[in-house]
């Protein structure tokens, strides 16, 4: 079974930063591109960054140049590198498993349980 465990969330005053990582196992993980999203409360869900198994890379546009996504295959784990938080950022932040580089996939994708991140003064 396919298991994704973010860690690294917690409170943090704006300007500061913070390093969220997720760890994989269960799946061939440096075969499938990987995601970080973010929910705030009241908000639909949305993708801040996103990383192949090629290692390209790709942010939204309210975390370009402040965030950095990682991936390091040898340990299964995905890194979310946040620099210059801002109060916004405040979210319950989660890993994704999406699909793979292969053609052959079997539809399904996975999810962390989230891992909050707190942005305040």
């Known amino acids: 079974q396919v298991q994704l465990a973010e860690s690294g969330g917690g409170w943090v005053q704006p300007g500061g930063s913070l390093r969220l990582t997720c760890v994989v196992s269960?799946?061939?993980?440096?075969?499938?591109?990987m995601a970080w999203y973010r929910q705030e409360t009241g908000r639909e869900r949305e993708r801040v960054a996103a990383?192949?198994?090629?290692?390209?890379?790709r942010y939204a546009d309210s975390v370009k140049g402040r965030f950095t996504i990682s991936r390091d295959n040898a340990k299964n784990t995905l890194y979310l590198q946040m620099d210059s938080l801002k109060p916004e950022d405040t979210a319950v932040y989660y890993c994704?498993?999406?699909?793979?580089?292969?053609?052959?996939?079997?539809?399904?994708?996975?999810w962390g349980r989230g891992t909050l991140v707190n942005v305040s003064a």
């Open positions: 990383i192949t198994s090629l290692g390209d890379t």
């Open positions: 269960g799946s061939r993980f440096e075969i499938y591109s």
């Open positions: 994704h498993q999406g699909p793979p580089a292969a053609d052959s996939w079997d539809g399904k994708d996975y």
